[in-house]
C-alpha cells in the first residue's frame, strides 16, 4: 500500500476514481457509523480515511492513533467496522476486543498485519477477527476489502495467505502457529542457538549430542518454520522476537 509524504500526496492511485456518492447497494450494505480506522502513525491513519473517502463506500470514516481513543470511540460512535494498525494491536488489542465484545455485537474488527509476528497473528485469530488485511494492497481493493467484511464476510488478503489460512467455515489458521507445535523440546534447544548464531559445532557440544544431529535438527526446523538457509532461520526468529536483531 502506498505511504503518504510531504512532498507528495497519499495514495496516488485513486487520483482517477473521485469523489462519488455511495450507492444505494452500499448504503443498505454499511451498519451503524461506519468505519473506523486506528494506526498508530497519524499520518496514515488520515491519509487511508481520506482516501477511502474518495469511494464513498462508508457514511462515516472516523479516525484516530492511539489505543485508548479506539476505546472512546467504539462507545460513542459504535462503527461498523474498526480497522487497527499493527502498533494500536501490540499497545491494547485485548482491551479493544473485550469492549468489542461486551457492547459491539455486530462490529466487525479487521487488522493490518503485515508487521505482527506469527504469534501475534495467532493472538488475534483467535479472538472475534472478521479480516486480516495487508498495506500492500491497493486503495481500491482495501474498499472492497472492507465492504465485504462490513456485509460479514472473513477476509484475508492474498499478501497474507503464506502466513494465514482462511478455513472454508470462516475462521482463520495461523500457518506458522500450527507448525510450531510440531517442533519437539530438542528442536526448540537448536533452533535458538542456531538463530544466536552458534556454529553447528558448539550447539552439538552445549546440548550434549552429535554434530550430524545438530544438523538433522536444523534441517528439520527450516522445513518446519519455512526457512531456505541459515539466514531465514535467523531473520524468521528476529521477527518473532525470539532473538534480538
Known amino acids: 500500500m502506498n ?4 512532498s507528495s500526496p497519499p495514495f496516488p492511485e485513486i487520483s482517477n476514481v473521485g469523489t462519488r456518492p455511495s450507492t444505494d447497494t452500499e ?7 461506519g468505519l473506523l480506522l486506528a494506526d498508530g502513525n497519524k499520518l496514515n491513519t488520515e491519509a487511508i480515511a481520506w482516501s477511502l473517502s474518495a ?4 457514511q462515516d470514516i472516523q479516525s484516530t492513533s492511539q489505543a485508548q481513543e479506539v476505546l472512546s470511540a467504539i462507545r460513542t460512535k459504535r462503527p461498523s467496522v474498526v480497522l487497527l494498525g499493527e502498533r494500536i494491536v501490540t499497545e491494547g488489542v485485548r482491551e479493544i476486543l473485550s469492549e468489542l465484545a461486551v457492547r459491539m455485537g455486530e462490529t466487525k474488527v479487521v487488522v493490518f498485519a503485515d508487521e505482527l509476528t506469527d504469534r501475534q497473528i495467532d493472538l488475534v485469530v483467535h479472538n472475534r477477527v472478521t479480516g486480516l488485511l495487508s498495506r500492500q494492497d491497493s486503495m481500491r481493493n482495501l474498499n472492497e476489502q472492507l465492504l465485504r467484511i462490513a456485509n460479514g464476510t472473513p477476509v484475508l488478503s492474498p499478501f497474507l495467505k503464506e502466513r494465514v489460512e482462511l478455513t472454508r467455515d470462516g475462521q482463520f489458521r495461523c500457518i506458522a502457529s500450527a507448525h510450531l507445535k510440531k517442533l519437539t523440546d530438542r528442536q526448540w534447544d537448536v533452533l535458538l542457538r ?3 548464531g552458534r556454529r553447528v559445532s558448539e550447539v552439538a557440544l552445549d ?3 552429535s554434530a550430524k544431529a545438530v544438523e538433522s535438527h536444523k534441517y528439520r526446523i ?3 518454520i519455512g526457512a ?3 539466514v531465514g532461520l535467523c531473520r524468521w526468529a528476529i521477527r518473532e522476537g525470539l532473538i534480538e536483531a
Request: without cysteine; glycine residues 12%.
Open 207 to 209: 546440548l550434549s549430542i
Open 27 to 33: 448504503k443498505n450494505s454499511i451498519h451503524g457509523s
Open 222 to 224: 527450516m522445513k518446519t
Open 194 to 196: 542456531i538463530a544466536e
Open 55 to 58: 469511494y464513498g463506500g462508508f
Open 3 to 6: 505511504t503518504a509524504d510531504s
Open 228 to 230: 531456505s538457509d541459515r
